[in-house]
């Protein structure tokens, strides 16, 4: 079986719930009874845990994966383990954080991964992903988009101009 990773950036781990099978047990069982703790609504698709310690954990509503090439977060739930509560968050509608390299959450049987990777890496062939510290915002990446001449749908690159902003 694959060794699935997640996301990983700075120390933190980022799951799809279409994932969570094939994270390590001990990490299951905690996001299972946190995530009850929530509620009965499933209102997340994302779990972010912090590798050194699990616990520190939150619940991560982005948009739909098949419907939208970049996600934004929505909304979040975080894990206070010294209060046993979470704290929500809530995210800017008009310029929220969004979620490049969709198809590093996912398991390696996702039917859409190719499709996801694919763009990735004609984004990446064409230098949209340099300075990526710089473009983690709704209103950042499609300025990016828009000064290299590139014209994202449908998960795939429709237009690149070769014009300049």
Known sequence: MNQFRGKVVSGV??????ALPLLPKNERKLIEKLSRSLGTEKIWNVVKLEIKNPKNMSFLAYEDFSKTEFPAILRSYKFIESKQT???????????????RKELLLPPSHPELEKYSNLTDELVALGAFQNMYRHGTKARWQELLQSLGIVVKNHSVQNVSNTKV
């Open 86 to 100: 979470f704290k929500l968050m809530r995210y800017n509608a008009q310029n929220p954080p969004i979620l490049h």
């Open 13 to 18: 781990r980022y799951a799809h719930e279409s």
